[in-house]
């Protein structure tokens, strides 16, 4: 049985950083694309980024610059590392894999930027 169990969220200053770590079991992680992906209050969830097994990276054009996501294959382990934070990436922060055929969640972790 697949689980995703992220932790690293909580309330951080404007401009501040933190970074958020997802730990994978139950798969074959090293074979997988994983990422994270974010919902905010009454929005759509989206894709925040992603990172292949080969170590290519895609991000959404509203973090570029500021937030990097990175892996650790012999730890199962997914992370971001989010900088220059704005109050607008306040949203709660899930963990993605995909494993043929279907896609896998972690339970998601609050993020707030505010002052």
């Known amino acids: 049985q697949v689980q995703l169990v992220e932790s690293g969220g909580g309330l951080v200053q404007p401009g501040g950083s933190l970074k958020l770590s997802c730990v994978a079991s139950?798969?074959?992680?090293?074979?997988?694309?994983v990422g994270w992906y974010r919902q905010a209050p009454g929005k759509e969830r989206v894709m925040v980024a992603t990172i292949t097994r080969g170590g290519n990276t895609n991000y959404a054009d509203s973090v570029k610059g500021r937030f990097t996501v990175s892996r650790d294959n012999a730890k199962n382990s997914v992370y971001l590392q989010m900088s220059s934070l704005k109050p607008e990436d306040t949203a709660v922060y899930y963990c993605?894999?995909?494993?043929?055929?279907?896609?896998?969640w972690g339970q998601g972790t609050q993020v707030t930027v505010s002052s």
């Open positions: 993605f894999m995909y494993e043929w055929p279907r896609g896998y």
């Open positions: 139950g798969s074959i992680f090293s074979n997988n694309v």
